[in-house]
């Protein structure tokens, strides 16, 4: 048996995702996103969502396991910590805004994974 190859163009879903929000501006969008992505680059997916909606860089050469920074994330300020290489974040976010975060990264993670 042949077996199948995909490969996702993380700027291409990156542009969707911001295509998506200014569209449904006001709208939400809300994403599925597999938890380990059939093997299909759930870390990369992952992170280009967080990216979508962050002006800090987070490619690891840049932000790297043990870093943090007070950031925007769409529209909510909050600290984006790295707490490992794979990576793996914490998101620290004011309870008045956390609904918002977590409606948010659902969508911009499905919108990575489409």
Request: hydrophobic residues 50%; aromatic residues 8%; charged residues 20%.
């Amino acid at each position: 048996m042949q077996r199948s190859e995909i490969t996702i163009d993380l700027g291409a879903l990156r542009q969707n995702v911001r295509t998506l929000l200014t569209v449904l501006a006001g709208s939400e969008l809300w994403a599925v996103v597999k938890a380990n992505a059939y093997g299909h680059g759930a870390v990369d997916v992952a992170r280009a969502a967080l990216e979508s909606g962050c002006p800090i860089d987070l490619h690891p050469r840049v932000f790297r396991a043990g870093q943090c920074a007070q950031t925007l994330l769409a529209r909510a300020s909050v600290i984006l910590w790295q707490l490992t290489e794979e990576p793996r974040y914490r998101l620290l976010v004011r309870p008045s805004f956390a609904a918002y975060v977590a409606a948010w990264l659902t969508d911009a993670v499905a919108a990575a994974d489409a």
